[in-house]
């Protein structure tokens, strides 16, 4: 029952984005003139359709994607006898400007932005308008917003075998309160305190909050036999910009997405092993466990979830790839540049196979997800 639920939650979010994506060109097809045959979520045959002041709207039997059929973008062969019948020339998307075409191009990437920025908005309202990071991020410059250190207890350690502090009887696990007097805030402070002594004394206190006063000799490398933990958190803070803080978020994760692609690329080039950034692109196998994952973290986070794959989704359509809406506003860009259209079927045959080769890769993604499914189920338990 719970794979039924998933799957349905993944059909909803994912028709939601597709929903919003397609409604973009949608309503700039209307903005501009354009004529707009149908408007239809799915592929495949249709389930239920509704014509309506010219246009047909559809649901199909696939419900993994969607299309708006508008005069004058893509190929003439999807337009059928009766919508011939109606064809107004001053309805055909090539007859408007350049500007007006790349327009409607590019409304949909602009409507997966807009609820990415509406959901982040909603996360950082219902989340006191901070949101934790990853400790490594913690020198990251935020733009509309800043980060900040959040102490949650004392400095958690754990006694090392044989060790200096194993020869003392501090307590095998527990906090460290003080070092020769000076209060432990952070775990960074700790060295500085021990730095330049042959003995520290060291106030500590153990799971059940019984403390006491240890002396612990200091090995020539400056060690004590200790292995300490973090014990703050970092969060990314907006609460001094709320009005903006989801489109400032949404800029800082667009940044760190693209130092961490950034980092993986690098080592990827130097050790020549891909594996950890082919692993980092996933499909609707991943999206299923992603999904599975957050759907029972609570309303927030699954909220944040829908953000960030409309995010992606419109990452992933500004690509120069004809198929995609990048590729699309780059062809009328070359057009414009100079000065003549591409044959319509010339246009139609470089989408129609650019197309094909991207459901190629999404089924080499696809099974690459399933040959390494044990290791993506690792990831969200």
């Given at each position: 029952m719970s794979i039924v639920t998933t799957i349905l939650l993944v059909i909803l979010v994912l028709g939601i984005l597709i929903f919003i994506h397609e409604l973009g060109h949608y309503l700039a097809a209307r903005l501009v003139g354009a004529t707009v045959f149908e408007f239809a979520l799915g592929f495949g045959p249709r389930i239920l359709s509704k014509e309506y002041k010219g246009t047909v709207y559809s649901i199909r039997l696939l419900p993994l994607g969607g299309f708006v059929n508008i005069l004058g973008d893509g190929d003439p062969g999807k337009i059928d006898k009766k919508q011939l019948k109606r064809i107004?020339?001053?309805?055909?998307?090539?007859?408007?400007?350049?500007?007006?075409?790349?327009?409607?191009?590019?409304?949909?990437?602009?409507?997966?932005?807009?609820?990415?920025?509406?959901?982040?908005?909603?996360?950082?309202?219902?989340?006191?308008?901070?949101?934790?990071?990853?400790?490594?991020f913690e020198d990251f410059k935020p733009i509309g917003a800043k980060i900040v250190r959040v102490r949650e207890t004392d400095v958690p350690y754990r006694v090392i075998e044989d060790g200096r502090a194993d020869q003392s009887d501090m307590p095998d696990e527990g906090y460290i309160k003080e070092?020769?007097?000076?209060?432990?805030?952070?775990?960074?402070?700790?060295?500085?305190?021990?730095?330049?002594?042959?003995?520290?004394?060291?106030?500590?206190?153990?799971?059940?909050?019984?403390?006491?006063?240890?002396?612990?000799?200091?090995?020539?490398?400056?060690?004590?036999?200790?292995?300490?933990?973090?014990?703050?958190?970092?969060?990314?803070?907006?609460?001094?910009?709320?009005?903006?803080?989801?489109?400032?978020?949404?800029?800082?994760?667009?940044?760190?997405?693209?130092?961490?692609?950034?980092?993986?690329?690098k080592e990827a080039r130097q050790t020549g092993d891909y594996s950890t950034l082919s692993?980092?692109?996933?499909?609707?196998?991943?999206?299923?466990?992603i999904v599975d994952y957050f759907k029972d973290l609570g309303f927030v986070p699954f909220i944040s979830l829908i953000?960030?794959?409309?995010?992606?989704?419109?990452?992933?359509?500004?690509?120069?790839?004809?198929?995609?809406?990048?590729?699309?506003?780059?062809?009328v860009a070359l057009e414009g540049i100079f000065g003549k259209d591409i044959n319509p079927k010339v246009e139609a045959a470089i989408i129609?196979?650019?197309?094909?080769?991207?459901?190629?890769?999404?089924?080499?993604?696809?099974?690459?997800?399933?040959?390494?499914?044990?290791?993506?189920?690792?990831?969200?338990?």
């Amino acid at each position: 029952m719970s794979i039924v639920t998933t799957i349905l939650l993944v059909i909803l979010v994912l028709g939601i984005l597709i929903f919003i994506h397609e409604l973009g060109h949608y309503l700039a097809a209307r903005l501009v003139g354009a004529t707009v045959f149908e408007f239809a979520l799915g592929f495949g045959p249709r389930i239920l359709s509704k014509e309506y002041k010219g246009t047909v709207y559809s649901i199909r039997l696939l419900p993994l994607g969607g299309f708006v059929n508008i005069l004058g973008d893509g190929d003439p062969g999807k337009i059928d006898k009766k919508q011939l019948k109606r064809i107004d020339p001053s309805g055909n998307l090539k007859n408007k400007s350049k500007i007006a075409q790349m327009f409607v191009m590019l409304a949909g990437i602009l409507m997966n932005i807009l609820l990415a920025i509406f959901c982040y908005f909603l996360v950082l309202g219902f989340s006191d308008w901070k949101i934790s990071m990853s400790y490594e991020f913690e020198d990251f410059k935020p733009i509309g917003a800043k980060i900040v250190r959040v102490r949650e207890t004392d400095v958690p350690y754990r006694v090392i075998e044989d060790g200096r502090a194993d020869q003392s009887d501090m307590p095998d696990e527990g906090y460290i309160k003080e070092i020769n007097g000076s209060v432990v805030e952070y775990v960074e402070g700790i060295a500085a305190l021990i730095e330049g002594n042959d003995i520290v004394s060291i106030t500590a206190c153990d799971m059940k909050e019984a403390c006491g006063v240890y002396e612990v000799e200091v090995a020539g490398d400056g060690r004590i036999g200790i292995a300490i933990g973090i014990n703050y958190f970092v969060y990314i803070d907006y609460s001094d910009h709320r009005v903006f803080s989801g489109f400032s978020h949404l800029i800082n994760n667009f940044r760190l997405i693209g130092s961490v692609f950034t980092s993986l690329f690098k080592e990827a080039r130097q050790t020549g092993d891909y594996s950890t950034l082919s692993q980092s692109v996933s499909g609707p196998v991943g999206i299923f466990f992603i999904v599975d994952y957050f759907k029972d973290l609570g309303f927030v986070p699954f909220i944040s979830l829908i953000a960030d794959l409309s995010l992606s989704l419109a990452l992933m359509n500004i690509l120069p790839i004809p198929a995609l809406d990048g590729g699309r506003v780059l062809i009328v860009a070359l057009e414009g540049i100079f000065g003549k259209d591409i044959n319509p079927k010339v246009e139609a045959a470089i989408i129609n196979v650019s197309f094909g080769l991207l459901m190629i890769l999404v089924v080499v993604v696809m099974i690459k997800d399933i040959v390494n499914i044990d290791e993506l189920k690792s990831l969200f338990e």
